[in-house]
């Protein structure tokens, strides 16, 4: 259970300044204004203007990070739903300090649960114990590695032989993050984007406020906008022929009195044919894993609306997507997300990097 | 009394709100003035249920007798489960003159000759429906009567409403309801709610209906500074159309309470952008739910606000049409546009 020790000291720091050839292909360039709202951004530096939603991303391999992730670790990841977070760049950041932080972690925790106590409660320490540990096998590219954070407790009146549960889990995560973003950062900062948090408010509302007095930094919440929730379901969708999404689900919501909630539910096969057929027309053949473009995705659901309309002549343009979900995993706007199965661990978490990235005030 | 009779005192103590337990006690009649004056009422519900279960000790009252609290707390309060509507079809010639008391021993006899372990319990209620309990054993059990079926039925109508019934025990609740009430067969009438009275209502035509008319109302003027009178005048005029349409849909005024409607739809794929999908024999299958407080009303606001097409599309308003909120849609003939509806069995 002791994964405090565990702070690899290998992990470079990928903060500062790296001089490393751009990957294959320029964002800048192919960053174009999509239709969700935050796109239109304007920056202050050139590095920064960049900072749009792709609208073009390669087709999510099955990447098995099982051989790479601690099993322990991805089990976690995969069974839990994460309430999201951004966090701005975190100043003074060492992968090497971990278990100072597992300690001042602890020690504040305790410190503010204690407040407003006349005496010192005996034994009151043991009572919460955070943990840090590198989540190694995530990061790619020049990605600062994965943070897990994880609080452990006992119950109030437990005997002393109980042994502690975890009660509060949460990672601070940046995959396949915007390279000329991530070099356009000053020396001393490092960006984990992307706050994944599943326990109690209260513990969550302590990490937040220890990370922001330690690494100077801030959280808001991270709103997955219909852009996102979009090409949420084509990449589920994409994958339905190495893995069964069992059903591709959208629950939208009209905004008439009383509300109403529309739950359209489409058979996999169905849904998998539907976006192949938006697919063929644009396919690269030289390029046959590809990329996806965004105008494929909205192909894809402009598809689906319409044949709701055809049958219902009710316009769900007129409402708003608040969740998508398959039987890999599910997002939903107020940014809770789901990830059911590991092989896709890689390509969600990048697409929520960089919905963090964008979330994030310049 | 026996602990099954104290579980489900404790229970029907529990469900029943603090402020309704006085007269819900005085209406059961089970309990003397001068028992139910000597109960304090303010205090917490778990003193009086020892209190309530002294006195039910005392009058040496048994699970039948609380079983009789029950059902009239469920009819107080009918909205807390889910209820289903079922259809009974083709009456006999004796149908028409099946009265109360013959209905009641004929339920009885026929449903304990179906099931040996059987309670039944039923009781007419003041708006002319037939309210009937029953907790089911089986051939080695004593009935449970912490999970009773509950049926309300109105005599000459052909419509009966039941609650938390099994699929398992479905069969047999059928046959006893149509040997006694001298029909052919029972059906699932594809409705069901959270709300009893707005089930009924929708069956039975009992809310405010909007007919299609040549000369609808006369429009009102509204506001006096009009900026440009023929776009104003023509915009409310299509939005009064609209509200027309829309109320003509679903009914005027407060609208019976549905919670959902659900639509399962096996249609072809058409859209003259996606050649390949509308050239594919096989149906595209897809279930869509809608939800709401009032779903009538929140369809009437789609159309009336213009966020749903007007005319509105007979797949909606079928549901206050034919009282359905089931449907299973499919294409009628391969290559025509119509859609049919087809009841789910």
């Known amino acids: 259970m002791d994964r405090a020790t565990t702070s690899a000291a290998s992990t470079p720091h990928r903060s500062a300044l790296v001089k490393r050839r751009s990957k294959s292909k320029s964002h800048r360039q192919s960053y174009r204004s999509c239709s969700g709202g935050a796109a239109s951004r304007i920056g202050l530096t050139p590095a920064l203007t960049a900072r749009r939603l792709n609208t073009s991303r390669k087709a999510p391999k099955s990447l098995n990070i099982t051989e790479r992730v601690n099993a322990e670790h991805l089990a976690l990841l995969v069974k839990t739903k994460w ?7 975190l100043y003074q950041f060492r992968h090497t300090m971990l278990k100072s932080y597992a300690r001042q972690l602890s020690a504040f925790i305790v410190a503010e649960k204690q407040r407003g106590l006349a005496v010192e409660v005996e034994g009151a320490q043991n009572h919460f114990r955070a943990s840090f540990s590198v989540l190694q096998g995530l990061a790619e590219a020049d990605d600062p590695e994965t943070i897990l954070i994880q609080i452990h407790s006992k119950p109030l009146f437990s005997s002393s032989e109980e042994p502690q549960r975890c009660v509060w889990s949460g990672w601070l995560s940046c995959i396949n993050g915007n390279l000329d973003y991530l070099h356009s950062l000053p020396q001393g900062f490092t960006c984990l984007p992307l706050f994944g948090s599943s326990g109690t408010e209260v513990l969550t509302t302590l990490v937040k406020s220890w990370c922001q007095k330690t690494f100077d930094c801030s959280f808001g919440p991270l709103e997955i906008n219909y852009t996102s929730l979009q090409w949420f379901m084509a990449l589920l969708t994409n994958c339905h022929t190495e893995s069964n999404i069992q059903h591709l689900k959208m629950i939208w919501s009209i905004p008439v009195e009383p509300p109403l909630q529309v739950a359209f539910t489409v058979s996999p096969q169905d849904a998998w044919e539907l976006w192949s057929s938006v697919r063929t027309a644009t396919r690269d053949l030289a390029d046959p894993g590809g990329c996806i473009d965004f105008e494929e995705v909205e192909r894809f659901t402009q598809g689906l609306k319409s044949h709701f309309y055809r049958h219902f002549r009710l316009d769900l343009s007129a409402g708003s997507l608040k969740e998508v979900s398959t039987a890999l995993g599910g997002a939903s706007i107020n940014g809770r997300v789901k990830i059911s199965n590991s092989r896709y661990m890689i390509t969600t978490l990048a697409l929520l990097t960089e919905c963090a990235l964008l979330k994030m005030p310049i | 009394m026996n602990d099954p009779g104290k579980c489900l005192l404790k229970r029907v103590i529990r469900r029943i709100p603090a402020n309704m337990l006085k007269t819900t006690l005085s209406h059961w009649g089970r ?47 009918p909205n807390l489960g889910m209820w289903y509507a079922f259809q009974l079809f083709d009456p006999d010639d004796a149908a028409p003159s099946v009265d109360m008391t013959q209905f009641k021993e004929q339920f009885k006899f026929h449903l304990s000759k179906l099931m040996r372990n059987v309670s039944v319990k039923i009781k007419k209620h003041t708006d002319e429906a037939i309210w009937i309990r029953v907790a089911w054993g089986d051939g080695f059990s004593r009935p449970n009567h912490m999970k009773p079926t509950y049926v309300v039925h109105h005599l000459q109508s052909s419509y009966v409403f039941v609650t938390r019934l099994t699929s398992k025990l479905k069969p047999l609740l059928s046959q006893a309801l149509v040997l006694s009430t001298r029909y052919q067969g029972i059906k699932d009438a594809n409705l069901s709610g959270r709300n009893l009275a707005a089930l009924r209502n929708l069956l039975m035509r009992q809310y405010q209906q909007v007919f299609s008319t040549k000369f609808s109302t006369p429009l009102a003027e509204k506001s006096e500074n009009i900026s440009n009178p023929q776009i104003e005048r023509e915009q409310a005029e299509s939005a009064t159309k609209r509200h027309q349409m829309a109320c003509e849909a679903f009914g005027d005024g407060v609208l019976p309470q549905l919670q959902s409607a659900v639509y399962k739809l096996e249609t072809k794929f058409r859209d003259h952008n996606n050649k390949t999908m509308t050239d594919r024999e096989e149906p595209f299958k897809c279930i869509v739910k809608f939800t709401s407080t009032n779903l009538l009303e929140s369809l009437r606001h789609c159309a009336s606000s213009g966020i749903a097409s007007t005319p509105v599309t007979p797949l909606l308003s079928s549901v206050p049409v034919k009282g359905r909120n089931y449907f299973v849609i499919t294409d009628n003939v391969p290559g025509s546009s119509s859609q049919t509806n087809r009841p789910q069995k």
């Open chain 1, 83 to 89: 309430k999201l977070c951004y966090a701005t760049p």
């Open chain 2, 31 to 77: 309990v003397s003035d001068a028992q139910l004056q000597s109960v304090d009422f303010t205090t917490s519900k778990w003193a009086l249920t020892e209190k309530l279960l002294n006195i039910c000790e005392e009058n040496e009252l048994t699970v039948k007798h609380v079983t009789e609290l029950e059902m009239i707390h469920v009819i107080d309060y």
